[in-house]
């Protein structure tokens, strides 16, 4: 493993709730509702759209790796003709394979973690990959797994910094806990120069991914990734206020 890689892992296994913490959650701090992933009824003109458009050929293949619902890929019909989506949890998957049925496109679902299932995938046209990569201690292989399934084009979207680094004044603020202040883009990118990724081009994008549902949906969330039962919303409430979250900036990763 390469210095990149292991400051990247480093970075993120900082992340890592306590146990004494973690075991007083009176729920699972992870993961968001179903719908949050929902493609959206017309699709976002992204950057990362358009990076995957530039080279799908028509009636083209595509993998999405980390797929939820489908947004990333859905947005590409009708250009796609065939999705192949991978997720590690099972409803996201039933999500997907219907919102492709909706969409008249043919999807099929691969439940697993990437790249431990990657052998199961053929080669496609574009592989894309939406807001996974913070969620991947080994960053190279998995890297490099998106590379061997793309003939044309990988194309990454990610957050600029973690994203759950708005939550440090939080942390600290209900648990006297510090957390980490990366790993970030910079990060990312270290570990991108030594893999098959390496001659990729980025783009920022000022786009809010920040709809978490109604001001009470979003105290929910927040207050269950704190570890926090749900009695305490209103000191949640005003803890977001005095800490407000900023909004970060969205960057499109592609290579060849």
């Keep these: 493993m390469s210095a990149a890689e292991e400051r990247w892992r ?3 296994l900082g992340w890592e709730i306590p146990a004494d913490i973690l075991a007083q959650a009176p ?6 509702p179903p719908g949050r992933f929902a493609p959206p009824a017309e699709p976002i003109d992204s950057l990362a759209r358009r990076f995957a458009l530039q080279v799908l050929p028509d ?24 999705i192949i989506g991978v997720d590690e949890r ?18 099929r679902g691969v439940l697993g973690r990437w790249p431990d299932v990657a052998a199961t ?60 202040d990366g790993p970030s883009l910079v990060d990312i990118l270290a570990v991108l120069r030594e893999t098959t990724a390496s001659r990729f081009v980025f783009e920022f994008e000022s786009r809010d991914l920040r709809d978490w549902g109604t001001p009470a949906d979003e ?32 960057v499109a990763i592609t290579w060849p």
């Excluded at 729920?27 to 968001?32: A, I, K, L, R």
């Excluded at 790796?65 to 947004?71: D, E, I, P, R, Y």
């Excluded at 099972?90 to 999807?107: A, I």
């Excluded at 399934?149 to 910094?161: F, L, Q």
Aim: proline share 8%; hydrophobic share 45%; net charge negative.
């Design 27 to 32: 729920e699972p701090p992870w993961g968001f």
């Design 121 to 180: 995938v053929e080669t496609v046209d574009v592989v894309v990959c939406h807001h996974v990569l913070y969620n991947v201690p080994d960053l190279a292989p998995f890297v490099d797994a998106l590379s061997e399934h793309a003939r044309h084009r990988v194309v990454v979207e990610v957050m600029e910094r973690h994203p759950m680094a708005f939550l440090r004044p939080l942390w600290k603020h209900f648990w006297n806990l510090e957390r980490p």
């Design 59 to 82: 009636d083209g293949t595509v993998l999405d790796v980390g797929c939820g619902a489908g947004a990333a890929s859905l947005a590409l019909v009708p250009k796609a003709g065939r």
């Design 90 to 107: 099972e409803t996201m998957l039933d999500e997907f394979v219907t919102n492709c049925r909706q969409h008249s496109v043919e999807g």
């Design 219 to 250: 105290v929910a969330l927040i207050r269950r990734r704190l570890c926090l039962p749900a009695r305490r919303d209103h000191e949640v409430a005003d803890a977001m206020r005095a800490f407000p979250r900023p909004v970060a900036r969205i």
């Design 10 to 12: 480093e970075a993120l």
